[in-house]
């Protein structure tokens, strides 16, 4: 079965910690790609970033980095000195083509930044 | 370069009653999917579409049914409406030959009373 599970419902940093955001999925697929999409309040998905099943390499965008681990199922997110804008829904989500790509999300992580 | 546009932004119905949304993908894109979110959870893919025809569905009934035009808009219609249809209703464009990028509009929220 295809499925996407963010453990963490809620989190609250203060301005400047490290926050990681867990995301682990399930696919038959061989051939899948992974996301992430930040939902701020006006309710606008941003796309962050995707990965495909075959590049395992760690990605760096400035305060954002990615951990893809294809042995324990994992995709997660961690923001360097979190910002107060940086407070928003994260959305980890699942596209294979076992199920014509369509895309499955998690049911988010509200992350909290705090001044 | 306009991004994915959604109209209208709100809009309260009461049940039983049709509702029609409508998207304009990102210029350039040929590909409109429609996904319904829930308070507090994550989108649901409804359907997409691609050169006209629903290419794929996920797991919504018949009331949920779509269009899309020559100029790749598309329109997502629900008819008899639920109370259950309360929802944010995202859509969002990609090209067919990169699909599973997808890029979204900031939502129609409907409230059915």
């Known amino acids: 079965a295809q499925k996407v599970t963010q453990a963490q419902t809620e989190i609250s940093v203060v301005e400047k910690e490290d926050v990681t955001l867990d995301c682990v999925y399930e696919t038959r697929d061989t051939t899948y790609y992974l996301f992430w999409y930040k939902q701020p309040p006006s309710g606008e998905l941003v796309f962050l970033i995707r990965r495909n099943s075959f590049d395992e390499q760690n990605e760096i965008s400035g305060r954002y980095s990615w951990n893809f681990q294809k042995s324990t199922s994992s995709f997660n997110f961690t923001i360097t000195a979190s910002q107060v804008v940086d407070s928003a829904v994260y959305f980890c989500?699942?596209?294979?083509?076992?199920?014509?790509?369509?895309?499955?999300f998690g049911a988010g992580t509200r992350l909290t930044v705090k001044p | 370069d306009a991004g994915v546009t959604q109209s209208p932004t709100h809009l309260i119905k009461t049940r039983g009653q049709q509702v029609t949304l409508r998207c304009s993908p990102k210029s350039g894109h040929d590909t409109v999917s429609w996904y319904q979110q829930a308070l507090g959870q994550g989108p649901q893919f409804i359907f997409q579409?691609?050169?006209?025809?629903?290419?794929q569905r996920g797991n919504f009934p018949d009331r949920f049914s779509g269009h899309q035009f020559p100029n790749y808009s598309s329109e997502l219609n629900v008819n008899a409406l639920l109370l259950g249809d309360s929802a944010l209703y995202l859509c969002a464009s990609s090209l067919m030959a990169d699909k599973e990028t997808q890029y979204f509009g900031p939502g129609t929220r409907l409230l059915v009373l």
């Open positions: 579409y691609y050169e006209e025809e629903e290419r």
């Open positions: 989500a699942l596209s294979d083509e076992y199920n014509n790509n369509d895309m499955r």
